[in-house]
């Protein structure tokens, strides 16, 4: 009996251990505001870092895939209670979110969750270990649903929730590349412009990656096509039609060659290190 409270409250500091060091590395890169590359750099070896430490303590992949699960549920926890917070009442869906999380604070999550995911992956392949490789498989379905669930409430966060709906509507911009343009070529190359060019490229990433196992056989291939517009469209539409944003074809275009770099490094991840069966 006493071997199995010790155990559980093993797993437990495990998994805490797990989820504390992913929300922490994910913080530290939030809070470098203009300087995008240093919080890129910074979240990205942080999260290393601590995967190689927990590594090292030897604590289970599956404890990991628990930990991913806590910490994405620690973050849209955090936006929702800061909000309540902000607007001092529990009824915080009557009017738009004050925004917590920008583009490149919400990317700092993704790239903690991103590290861990692949380091389980390359040492999955390096071990040549056929139970390693079982576990690995049973890790990356959790996650990958955690994921996708987190990625989600982050859509709808960016692009319905934090914008007022009935608002004064924008007529949109159906001049292609002229975001390039806006970026790039008006002399003013700033920090907004690039979170907002690179930012819509991105958060389509992890979709790409993410659902491209799946959809890669047989008919549903179409849907690697399809879903990517689709999807990015219905976006623009919507903001379009219930006043909520800018609508901007460029947007779409972005969006899908975002979507299309995460099924590129999916495919390239999945050939270059392929597992044992």
Not at 59 to 65: G, H, N
Not at 94 to 106: G, H, K, N, P, Q
Not at 148 to 175: K, Q
Request: hydrophobic content about 55%; charged content about 15%; glycine content about 6%.
């Amino acid at each position: 009996m006493q071997s199995k409270t010790s155990e559980g409250i093993k797993l437990i500091l495990s998994e805490l251990y797990g989820a504390a060091f992913m929300i922490f590395s994910a913080y530290i890169g939030m809070h470098f505001t203009g300087k995008l590359a240093f919080q890129i750099a910074l979240t990205f070896f942080a999260s290393l870092i601590f995967t190689v430490v927990a590594d090292l303590l030897k604590i289970r992949i599956t404890v990991l895939s628990h930990s991913v699960c806590i910490s994405a549920t620690f973050w849209v926890l955090c936006a929702v209670i800061g909000q309540m917070v902000l607007k001092n009442t529990f009824l915080i869906f009557y009017s738009a979110w004050e925004y917590m999380f920008y583009y490149d604070s919400i990317g700092m999550i993704f790239i903690v969750m991103i590290v861990v995911i692949a380091y389980q992956r390359f040492k999955a392949f390096f071990k040549k270990d056929r139970f390693l490789t079982e576990q690995y498989k049973k890790f990356y379905s959790v996650s990958s649903v955690a994921f996708t669930a987190f990625y989600i409430v982050v859509l709808i966060y960016c692009f319905f929730i934090c914008r007022i709906p009935g608002g004064e509507r924008v007529e949109p911009n159906l001049r292609l590349f002229e975001a390039f343009r806006w970026t790039f070529l008006s002399g003013y190359l700033d920090y907004e412009r690039m979170i907002l060019f690179f930012g819509n490229i991105a958060i389509f990433v992890p979709l790409g990656y993410l659902l491209f196992h799946s959809l890669k056989k047989g008919k549903r291939k179409i849907l690697l096509v399809l879903l990517p517009v689709f999807l990015s469209s219905a976006i623009e539409f919507s903001q379009y039609y219930f006043g909520m944003g800018h609508p901007d074809v460029d947007d779409v275009l972005l969006n899908v060659i975002g979507f299309y770099i995460g099924a590129l490094l999916k495919m390239l991840l999945d050939r270059a290190f392929k597992l044992e069966e």
